[in-house]
Nanobody, 123 residues
Framework: QVQLVESGGGLVQAGDSLRISCAAS????????MAWFRQAPGKEREFVAA???????IYADSVKGRFTISKDITKNTAYLQMNSLKPEDTAVYYC?????????????????WGQGTQVTVSS
């Protein structure tokens, strides 16, 4: 079993930057892909970005050019660097992981989830 813990969320102003982290523990040897999803109040959870251990990456169109996903294998941690933040980026950001190295934007493809971290962008 894998445990995921997000951190780094907070309140920022539009145009600011923020980096959130996702630390994995437990059976981390079984992880081959990690992803970020987000859920705003009253909306469905949506895909943000994903990365596998071969450094293949995919992004949602809404964050391309502004967000960067990365990982540190030595720390079993994934990061999401968010630049040029907009009020519409306000959401709870969730980290997810799966054993398969194939990247997916479908939340059903991931079987381990963190508890989420709140990111609020004020206008």
């Amino acid at each position: 079993q894998v445990q995921l813990v997000e951190s780094g969320g907070g309140l920022v102003q539009a145009g600011d930057s923020l980096r959130i982290s996702c630390a994995a523990s437990g059976r981390t040897f079984s992880l081959n892909a990690m992803a970020w999803f987000r859920q705003a109040p009253g909306k469905e959870r949506e895909f943000v970005a994903a990365i596998n251990w071969n450094d293949l990456i995919i992004y949602a169109d809404s964050v391309k050019g502004r967000f960067t996903i990365s990982k540190d294998i030595t720390k079993n941690t994934a990061y999401l660097q968010m630049n040029s933040l907009k009020p519409e980026d306000t959401a709870v950001y969730y980290c997810a992981a799966r054993p398969s190295p194939f990247l997916s934007s479908n939340s059903d493809a991931y079987d381990s989830w963190g508890q989420g971290t709140q990111v609020t962008v004020s206008s």
